[in-house]
């Protein structure tokens, strides 16, 4: 599958290290260093997107950042641009807005009634029934362009986050750490410093952040954050 | 509308909540809720489980920051096509004879016979319009003008109490369409809908500096950015298209400013902070009346230029005004970046105890829990004056400026 590469060139590759990553369903060979899309292409894919309106099929355009043509799924993530990102071992890449499939379209089938789609048409249709407007809406909708959202996909992590501890101590010097020893029970208690103490502050069972003040709450150390 | 003025203006009644993060903003939604089916509006109060089932993407869990205990729900609450609206009235309006100039900037207003410098200002009567394109003679000049309105109405000579403040809103790339109603968190100062064409339409509280730039900020985007995963955690990976800013015009008293002013045959229909849009069609026909019978209609006349300098501020119980009071009023009070700290925590639900994160009924104060759904007739004013004789800064009208909840709850 590599019969479009020229050889000995392309220094951004590491031919030494192969994986595989999947397109649409099927397994697609990449060396260490490929985008999505140059690992698509050297496999003999030309297609990746298709247009808004009339469904047609798109290949490379730009074949950087910018390309529009080239806009694709990656595992949760929607409008990702495959002629930039890297591929990775494993790696599920989609392409966005096609049914059945990327082959064959059916909303390709809107070409035959261009000439009626004129821009803007939708301002000057689906207003009668005026009682269909919902039901029209709902199908316009579908329409929509763009990759889909996984709503339950893992939160990412944040710099920032809001905790809720019963007993603040502003300070995580030996005072501060001392005011933790001193309350009894295991109370969750944060130790704001200005210093990183995490050996001493982790082995008390405090969350010790820190930062530059109290509106940085910073990744603590200790166990992570259920929210950010 | 669309068959009105022939133009698909694309109105969605898609369901709008109000979310509340507290039992103090759940109550004021049950409050307003009341007032809403007291005037005739299909409006109730629903517990984070129907909020789930409306808006599947809403983690309503009780482990968030800012955990979601219920929501204010107008099923006819919606989104519009806004610039199609505008067509459509322009269109309109050219057609039974309004001339409508674009690219042609007002200069000055034409006044004689006034007190101040060049016959203008109070006595006066207008007699026109310069332009970029000329003079226009009229009788009658009428300044609707939004995020330059005290600028224009000073060509008049007339000083407007008014502040222009930038709104920024932000919209992200298309995705498939997920999300169904108009979410509105006031406690969190952000809305979130999704048009038709896939696009998610984020905004917030306007900006706390008074200045005609509409520039984006940074801090906007990471404050909105903030704000909205706590509620959809989900859209973490959708990337932002494209941001924008507006100017508002804020009155003293966040209400417009409609009817006469002391230049004779000057009018004003300004002010609008950043609620103008829904009610503009209804405030023209009645400045129009206003014009021609000589008399404010009783619907704006305690909406007059004079209110400000008679005592008579309008207590404008509308929610977009509410959402400017507390931006507007405490930016000061705010941190910059930040919302997790506040030095009075008046802008931001209060801190409460651990443990007390329950969601759902399960926090309601009995008469809604036991219901459910509140009928009209069922005041639930009552359960307000302890928490103002707890001593907390709370009023009646606003969600924003919740009590400052005791740690041990005393308050609640």
């Given at each position: 599958m590599t019969s479009r590469r020229a050889s000995g060139i392309g220094a951004a590759l590491n031919r030494d290290v192969p994986f595989t990553f999947r397109w649409n369903g099927s397994r697609v060979s990449a060396f260490d260093g490929d985008t999505v899309v140059s690992a698509l292409l050297a496999g003999g894919h030309d297609v990746f997107s298709r247009s808004m309106k009339y469904h047609r099929p798109w290949g490379v355009l730009t074949a950087d950042y910018w390309d529009p043509n080239c806009i694709v799924q990656v595992g949760p993530e929607p409008n990702v641009r495959g002629a930039h990102r890297l591929a990775t071992p494993g790696m599920d890449v989609l392409a966005q807005n096609v049914w059945p499939s990327l082959r064959y379209d059916i909303k390709a089938a809107n070409a035959l009634v261009g000439r009626f789609l004129t821009p803007g048409f939708y301002y000057k249709t689906f207003m009668q029934p005026r009682l269909l407007w919902p039901a029209y809406e709902r199908v316009l909708a579908t329409f929509a362009p763009g990759g889909t959202v996984d709503l339950d996909a893992e939160r990412p992590r944040c710099d920032t986050r809001f905790a809720h501890p019963d007993v603040l101590v502003a300070g995580g010097g030996p005072a501060g750490l001392a005011a933790r020893w001193r309350r009894p029970g295991p109370v969750p208690t944060c130790c704001w410093s200005s210093t990183a103490t995490p050996s001493v502050a982790t082995c008390c069972g405090a969350v010790p952040t820190t930062g530059a003040g109290p509106r940085s709450w910073r990744r603590p150390f200790g166990p992570p954050a259920s929210r950010c | 509308m669309s068959a009105e003025l022939n133009l698909n203006v694309m109105f969605s009644q898609r369901g709008h909540l109000t979310l509340a993060h507290s039992d103090a903003a759940l109550r004021t939604m049950r409050w307003r809720a009341e007032v809403n089916v007291l005037e005739g509006v299909d409006s109730r109060v629903i517990d984070a489980g129907e909020v789930k089932a409306l808006v599947p993407s809403l983690d309503v869990s009780p482990r968030t920051a800012h955990p979601i205990l219920g929501a204010l729900y107008h099923p006819p609450g919606g989104i519009i096509r806004h610039d199609a609206v505008v067509w459509g009235y322009g269109r309109a309006a050219a057609a039974l004879g309004v001339e409508l100039h674009q690219e042609t900037e007002v200069s000055d207003i034409l006044v004689a016979g006034g007190d101040g410098p060049d016959g203008k200002g109070p006595g006066g009567r207008v007699t026109g319009v310069r332009t970029s394109r000329g003079d226009i003679n009229a009788p009658v000049v009428v300044n609707c003008a939004a995020g330059w309105a005290s600028i224009v109405a000073a060509m008049a000579g007339v000083a407007l109490p008014i502040t222009t403040t930038p709104l920024q809103a932000a919209v992200t790339e298309p995705v498939k369409v997920f999300l169904s109603a108009v979410v509105v968190s006031g406690s969190l100062h952000v809305y979130v809908s999704q048009t038709d064409r896939g696009e998610l339409v984020f905004g917030a509280a306007v900006d706390p500096v008074a200045t005609y730039s509409t520039r984006g900020s940074l801090e906007f985007v990471e404050g909105l950015a903030g704000n909205i995963l706590q509620l959809m955690p989900g859209i973490a990976r959708v990337r932002l298209l494209r941001q924008w800013a507006g100017l508002c015009d804020m009155t003293p008293d966040y209400s417009p400013v409609m009817g006469r002013t002391p230049v004779d045959g000057f009018f004003v229909d300004v002010g609008w902070g950043t609620y103008g849009f829904k009610a503009g069609p209804v405030s023209g026909e009645q400045l129009a009346a206003c014009i021609a019978t000589g008399r404010a209609p009783a619907l704006i006349a305690a909406f007059d230029l004079a209110r400000f300098t008679e005592d008579r501020l309008v207590g404008e119980k509308g929610a977009a005004a509410v959402g400017t009071d507390a931006a507007g009023r405490l930016p000061s009070l705010r941190p910059p970046g930040r919302r997790g700290l506040s030095l009075l925590g008046r802008d931001q639900p209060a801190a409460r105890p651990r443990g007390h994160h329950r969601p759902g009924?399960?926090?309601?104060?009995a008469p809604a829990c036991q219901r459910g759904r509140l009928a009209a007739g069922d005041l639930v004013l009552p359960s307000l004056p302890p928490a103002r004789r707890a001593g907390a800064q709370h009023t009646l009208t606003n969600e924003f400026r919740e009590p400052v909840v005791d740690p041990r709850g005393a308050v609640e």
């Amino acid at each position: 599958m590599t019969s479009r590469r020229a050889s000995g060139i392309g220094a951004a590759l590491n031919r030494d290290v192969p994986f595989t990553f999947r397109w649409n369903g099927s397994r697609v060979s990449a060396f260490d260093g490929d985008t999505v899309v140059s690992a698509l292409l050297a496999g003999g894919h030309d297609v990746f997107s298709r247009s808004m309106k009339y469904h047609r099929p798109w290949g490379v355009l730009t074949a950087d950042y910018w390309d529009p043509n080239c806009i694709v799924q990656v595992g949760p993530e929607p409008n990702v641009r495959g002629a930039h990102r890297l591929a990775t071992p494993g790696m599920d890449v989609l392409a966005q807005n096609v049914w059945p499939s990327l082959r064959y379209d059916i909303k390709a089938a809107n070409a035959l009634v261009g000439r009626f789609l004129t821009p803007g048409f939708y301002y000057k249709t689906f207003m009668q029934p005026r009682l269909l407007w919902p039901a029209y809406e709902r199908v316009l909708a579908t329409f929509a362009p763009g990759g889909t959202v996984d709503l339950d996909a893992e939160r990412p992590r944040c710099d920032t986050r809001f905790a809720h501890p019963d007993v603040l101590v502003a300070g995580g010097g030996p005072a501060g750490l001392a005011a933790r020893w001193r309350r009894p029970g295991p109370v969750p208690t944060c130790c704001w410093s200005s210093t990183a103490t995490p050996s001493v502050a982790t082995c008390c069972g405090a969350v010790p952040t820190t930062g530059a003040g109290p509106r940085s709450w910073r990744r603590p150390f200790g166990p992570p954050a259920s929210r950010c | 509308m669309s068959a009105e003025l022939n133009l698909n203006v694309m109105f969605s009644q898609r369901g709008h909540l109000t979310l509340a993060h507290s039992d103090a903003a759940l109550r004021t939604m049950r409050w307003r809720a009341e007032v809403n089916v007291l005037e005739g509006v299909d409006s109730r109060v629903i517990d984070a489980g129907e909020v789930k089932a409306l808006v599947p993407s809403l983690d309503v869990s009780p482990r968030t920051a800012h955990p979601i205990l219920g929501a204010l729900y107008h099923p006819p609450g919606g989104i519009i096509r806004h610039d199609a609206v505008v067509w459509g009235y322009g269109r309109a309006a050219a057609a039974l004879g309004v001339e409508l100039h674009q690219e042609t900037e007002v200069s000055d207003i034409l006044v004689a016979g006034g007190d101040g410098p060049d016959g203008k200002g109070p006595g006066g009567r207008v007699t026109g319009v310069r332009t970029s394109r000329g003079d226009i003679n009229a009788p009658v000049v009428v300044n609707c003008a939004a995020g330059w309105a005290s600028i224009v109405a000073a060509m008049a000579g007339v000083a407007l109490p008014i502040t222009t403040t930038p709104l920024q809103a932000a919209v992200t790339e298309p995705v498939k369409v997920f999300l169904s109603a108009v979410v509105v968190s006031g406690s969190l100062h952000v809305y979130v809908s999704q048009t038709d064409r896939g696009e998610l339409v984020f905004g917030a509280a306007v900006d706390p500096v008074a200045t005609y730039s509409t520039r984006g900020s940074l801090e906007f985007v990471e404050g909105l950015a903030g704000n909205i995963l706590q509620l959809m955690p989900g859209i973490a990976r959708v990337r932002l298209l494209r941001q924008w800013a507006g100017l508002c015009d804020m009155t003293p008293d966040y209400s417009p400013v409609m009817g006469r002013t002391p230049v004779d045959g000057f009018f004003v229909d300004v002010g609008w902070g950043t609620y103008g849009f829904k009610a503009g069609p209804v405030s023209g026909e009645q400045l129009a009346a206003c014009i021609a019978t000589g008399r404010a209609p009783a619907l704006i006349a305690a909406f007059d230029l004079a209110r400000f300098t008679e005592d008579r501020l309008v207590g404008e119980k509308g929610a977009a005004a509410v959402g400017t009071d507390a931006a507007g009023r405490l930016p000061s009070l705010r941190p910059p970046g930040r919302r997790g700290l506040s030095l009075l925590g008046r802008d931001q639900p209060a801190a409460r105890p651990r443990g007390h994160h329950r969601p759902g009924v399960a926090n309601l104060p009995a008469p809604a829990c036991q219901r459910g759904r509140l009928a009209a007739g069922d005041l639930v004013l009552p359960s307000l004056p302890p928490a103002r004789r707890a001593g907390a800064q709370h009023t009646l009208t606003n969600e924003f400026r919740e009590p400052v909840v005791d740690p041990r709850g005393a308050v609640e």
